[in-house]
């Protein structure tokens, strides 16, 4: 992400901060908005000036900042570049705030669906039959299927990318060199991973969709959805933590290892229940949310784009 590495802004009141935050006044002959874009566009120029390696050993002395060389144009084309900038800053802040609420809506609804709160109809305005208590094992088949084919394709579990592989998301492989001792999933498949995170407090399900097939370390418990019932449907049940209070009854509480979860296989698929609807209702469901995550995906594309535009356009008005 652009300007990931150096935070940069404008002090819109007095503030206090210790030595490592680099602060510099500009001369009134400067628009303090035009230096922020132009700082921003410069990052690869502050980064050089860093001394130190390893993580908070690196530092940057404030006179080697104020060296730093600036072309101004006149002050009136420094106002007018970055008002055009500023223009785009609101249009991506728009579009996130846009892309917050269409996720807070998608939120309360699945609240509202899976707690059978908001129910669907079918063609002839009737509702669809009670929801039944199922086991975990009653929809889905555990996979223990081992990679035989020496498949490379290692993936780890995001909470906004689902299964993706380590490659993509670390740009480099953190598991084993031998890998056939790995699970191997198959586009649609389920993988557990019971190691607590962020938004996960018993860990998270994930389906595989970005890839034909990869391979998880044995420590995920992997599944298959059973005939008569909808991946999709299920996928977006799990994405709404509707789970977590089942996993969270097998789960020993005394047996936490750097975060990962003791859960019994056998009590996975046997004790943890869910509240399922029919086939049809399952349909209904899935296609609904899944629209708005089209939406949400189609807003996060712009925002994306606009930065993109942003970066390019940084570039080639000060470097």
């Given at each position: 992400m652009l300007f990931k590495t150096i935070p940069i802004g404008i002090a819109t009141r007095d503030v206090a901060f210790n030595?490592?935050?680099?602060?510099?006044?500009?001369?009134?002959?400067?628009?303090?908005?035009?230096?922020?874009?132009?700082?921003?566009?410069?990052?690869?120029?502050?980064?050089?000036?860093?001394?130190?390696?390893?993580?908070?050993?690196g530092k940057l002395e404030l006179d080697d900042l104020k060296n730093l060389q600036i072309t101004l144009p006149t002050f009136t084309e420094q106002q007018k570049i970055a008002s055009f900038l500023t223009a785009i800053d609101d249009k991506i802040e728009l579009l996130t705030k846009k892309k917050r609420l269409l996720e807070q809506y998608k939120q309360g609804v699945m609240q509202q669906l899976f707690s059978q709160k908001l129910r669907f109809k079918d063609a002839n305005g009737e509702t669809y039959p009670d929801w039944e208590e199922k086991q975990l094992g009653d929809v889905f088949q555990r996979l223990v299927r081992k990679n035989s084919e020496n498949n490379l394709n290692v993936l780890t579990i995001s909470a906004q990318y689902g299964l993706i592989s380590q490659t993509d998301f670390f740009n480099k492989s953190v598991?084993?060199?031998?890998?056939?001792?790995?699970?191997?999933?198959?586009?649609?498949?389920?993988?557990?991973?019971?190691?607590?995170?962020?938004?996960?407090p018993v860990g998270a399900i994930k389906r595989l969709t970005a890839y034909k097939k990869g391979v998880v370390s044995t420590l995920y418990i992997c599944f298959s959805i059973k005939e008569d019932y909808l991946a999709d449907y299920f996928d977006q049940y799990f994405d709404a933590g509707f789970l977590n209070q089942e996993i969270q009854k097998i789960a020993q509480e005394g047996a936490r290892s750097h975060g990962l979860l003791n859960v019994s296989v056998t009590e996975f698929f046997r004790d943890v229940s869910m509240i399922v609807p029919s086939e049809?209702?399952?349909?209904?469901?899935?296609?609904?949310?899944?629209?708005?995550?089209?939406?949400?995906?189609?807003?996060?594309?712009?925002?994306?784009?606009?930065?993109?535009?942003?970066?390019g356009l940084l570039q080639r008005l000060f470097v």
């Amino acid at each position: 992400m652009l300007f990931k590495t150096i935070p940069i802004g404008i002090a819109t009141r007095d503030v206090a901060f210790n030595q490592d935050v680099k602060a510099v006044e500009i001369d009134e002959s400067i628009s303090k908005k035009y230096a922020l874009y132009w700082f921003l566009a410069s990052e690869h120029k502050i980064l050089s000036l860093v001394v130190g390696t390893g993580i908070g050993a690196g530092k940057l002395e404030l006179d080697d900042l104020k060296n730093l060389q600036i072309t101004l144009p006149t002050f009136t084309e420094q106002q007018k570049i970055a008002s055009f900038l500023t223009a785009i800053d609101d249009k991506i802040e728009l579009l996130t705030k846009k892309k917050r609420l269409l996720e807070q809506y998608k939120q309360g609804v699945m609240q509202q669906l899976f707690s059978q709160k908001l129910r669907f109809k079918d063609a002839n305005g009737e509702t669809y039959p009670d929801w039944e208590e199922k086991q975990l094992g009653d929809v889905f088949q555990r996979l223990v299927r081992k990679n035989s084919e020496n498949n490379l394709n290692v993936l780890t579990i995001s909470a906004q990318y689902g299964l993706i592989s380590q490659t993509d998301f670390f740009n480099k492989s953190v598991a084993s060199e031998d890998l056939t001792g790995y699970y191997l999933l198959h586009k649609g498949d389920f993988a557990y991973n019971k190691s607590t995170s962020n938004g996960y407090p018993v860990g998270a399900i994930k389906r595989l969709t970005a890839y034909k097939k990869g391979v998880v370390s044995t420590l995920y418990i992997c599944f298959s959805i059973k005939e008569d019932y909808l991946a999709d449907y299920f996928d977006q049940y799990f994405d709404a933590g509707f789970l977590n209070q089942e996993i969270q009854k097998i789960a020993q509480e005394g047996a936490r290892s750097h975060g990962l979860l003791n859960v019994s296989v056998t009590e996975f698929f046997r004790d943890v229940s869910m509240i399922v609807p029919s086939e049809q209702e399952q349909q209904k469901i899935a296609k609904f949310l899944t629209n708005i995550d089209d939406k949400i995906n189609a807003v996060n594309q712009q925002i994306e784009g606009v930065k993109t535009y942003k970066k390019g356009l940084l570039q080639r008005l000060f470097v």
